[in-house]
């Protein structure tokens, strides 16, 4: 049985602020972590790995398999700290997250396959807007169980995340291009969460007292 209703609270004005600033924080700690394990891997198996016949250096082609888990783990820690209070039944989120950060790893290539490796901006922004769908995924099965337009939440992430393969253009330096990567979608994501704990949840309510 689904229970589609908020727990009977409004969020504080803090927790939308906190969702961006902490969310944030998460690539950065993410990114250190990754670098230390990356660190203590290069010492052990050297700075280049065979992979299916060719030479890669370790750091470039392991980085992602590991970023992207320990950023998963550590969003999905936060985020449930920030949502339990206002949302019934958060005890999967954690794992959900995680699952959630696993599938670029599936899906950016497939779709890079998919489009070519196009340079075509419209393409690169299509492409990045079906990865932040992938992501975006398995928490919405999650959300559709606690709140209702659950929808919105695929929506925040595949615009957030289709507006970020505008920074190819800008930048490709990886710290700075990570964390504006994350700061797009976590705006988006945000007001999804205000609608979806707050506004939709008080028009409702508004309608149900001016209809009697």
């Known amino acids: 049985m689904k229970d589609t209703q908020p727990n009977n609270k409004n969020p504080h004005w803090w927790f939308y602020p906190g969702w961006v600033v902490l969310n944030n924080i998460?690539?950065?700690l993410a990114w250190y972590i990754t670098w230390a394990i990356m660190n203590q891997l290069v010492a052990f198996i050297g700075g280049r790995i065979e992979i299916a016949g060719h030479s890669r250096i370790t750091e470039d082609f392991l980085f992602i398999?590991?970023?992207?888990?320990?950023?998963g783990l550590l969003a999905g820690f936060v985020q449930y700290i920030l949502l339990?209070?206002?949302?019934?039944?958060?005890?999967?989120w954690v794992a959900t997250t995680f699952l959630s950060w696993i599938m670029p790893i599936i899906t950016g290539s497939l779709i890079a396959n998919l489009?070519?490796?196009?340079?075509?901006?419209?393409?690169?922004?299509?492409g990045m807007s079906l990865i932040g769908v992938s992501i975006a995924l398995p928490q919405w099965w999650m959300l559709r169980q606690r709140v209702q337009h659950a929808f919105l939440w695929i929506l925040a992430y595949g615009l957030g995340w289709g507006v970020n393969g505008l920074l190819a253009l800008v930048t490709t330096e990886p710290l700075p291009f990570l964390l504006a990567m994350?700061?797009?979608?976590?705006i988006t994501t945000v007001f999804v969460l205000w609608l979806l704990l707050d506004g939709i949840p008080?028009?409702?309510?508004?309608?149900?007292?001016?209809n009697h």
């Open 115 to 126: 489009l070519n490796a196009s340079n075509n901006i419209l393409l690169i922004m299509l």
């Open 26 to 28: 998460i690539i950065v």
């Open 202 to 210: 008080r028009l409702e309510t508004n309608n149900m007292i001016s």
């Open 182 to 186: 994350a700061l797009i979608p976590n």
């Open 65 to 71: 398999f590991l970023f992207l888990p320990v950023t």
């Open 84 to 92: 339990r209070p206002y949302l019934p039944r958060m005890g999967w």
